[in-house]
């Protein structure tokens, strides 16, 4: 699985994604947002060297869970998690690299 363009408003299961052993790309935030349409081609081309990391676009706002249980602040904001531990985050990432250092802290698969 690889870049997904579409926020989802159906958000999965914290504890789905706390039980996962792969690491999965979270990333919160609204289609309409102007900061979120602007990183998208960042995270694109990033993901691109990740194709079998699992993105998970969801959308977020007032009365969402998911997003408040991590805390999220500001759009969009991109969370690496593997067993319910976060590897790192990226809050309004501009440029390719700042994704890829974001998905470089996942772990080596054995």
Same mark, same amino acid.
């Given at each position: 699985?690889?870049?997904?363009?579409?926020?989802?408003?159906?958000?999965?299961?914290?504890?789905?994604?706390?039980?996962?052993? $792969?690491? %999965?790309?979270? $990333?919160?935030?609204?289609?309409?947002?102007?900061?979120?349409?602007?990183?998208?081609?960042? !995270?694109?081309?990033?993901? *691109? *060297?990740?194709?079998?990391?699992?993105? !998970?676009?969801? $959308?977020?706002? *007032?009365?969402?869970?998911?997003?408040?249980?991590?805390?999220?602040?500001?759009?969009?904001?991109? !969370?690496?998690?593997?067993?319910?531990? $976060?590897?790192?985050?990226? %809050?309004?990432?501009?440029?390719?690299?700042? %994704?890829?250092?974001?998905?470089?802290?996942?772990?080596?698969?054995?």
């Amino acid at each position: 699985m690889s870049y997904v363009a579409a926020y989802s408003p159906a958000a999965p299961e914290r504890a789905a994604l706390d039980a996962a052993s $792969e690491p %999965v790309l979270l $990333e919160f935030g609204v289609d309409w947002c102007p900061h979120c349409q602007n990183a998208q081609s960042a !995270i694109a081309q990033a993901l *691109a *060297a990740f194709p079998a990391l699992r993105h !998970i676009k969801v $959308e977020d706002g *007032a009365g969402r869970r998911l997003g408040r249980s991590f805390r999220v602040k500001l759009w969009p904001t991109l !969370i690496l998690l593997q067993q319910g531990v $976060e590897l790192g985050r990226v %809050v309004r990432p501009l440029t390719e690299a700042e %994704v890829t250092d974001l998905l470089s802290t996942r772990p080596a698969t054995p």
